[in-house]
């Protein structure tokens, strides 16, 4: 109940803080506008180094009539990603309403409120990187000895 309190919002504050202009925000705010365009009009993006993120904005932007709403709602939708990942990274170390109220600040960031403004793509490359140490660190403590040792560690 805590993190989906949490989750809501994080998706509600991060929405109403894009939401505060109706252009497109950040440095790179009217290149993925651009770019999605492009990919929706001419079925191709026009710069050829375009991300598999750029894809995955543009095949969300069909769901609304307005590419920029689209790309904030896409952002902010991330940003409950990046608090769940962060959490589960978290709870391999401190239990679950520590890892949500540790989430949540990290969420709060200056660096990441910016980088979710400015960068998506390096964002989304954060997101998942918090989703690949998880992993890592799950299945190395799988073993015993390390295990039993990180035991009187936790919080």
Known sequence: VFGTAISLAVFLTTLWALQATPFAVGIDGYYYAAQIRSYLEKGRFFA??????????????????DIVVMNKIFVALCSV????SASALLRVF???????????????SSYLQFCRTNFIKNYVG??????????????????PVLQIQLESHRL
């Open 48 to 65: 050829s180094d375009s991300s598999w993120v750029l894809y995955a904005m543009a095949y969300f932007s069909r769901l609304g009539p």
């Open 81 to 84: 990603a990046f608090f769940w």
């Open 94 to 108: 401190a239990s679950r309403a520590i890892a949500d109220g540790f989430a949540a600040l990290l969420l709060a």
């Open 126 to 143: 954060l997101l998942f990187l918090t989703l690949l140490l998880r992993q890592i660190l799950r299945d190395f403590l799988k073993e």
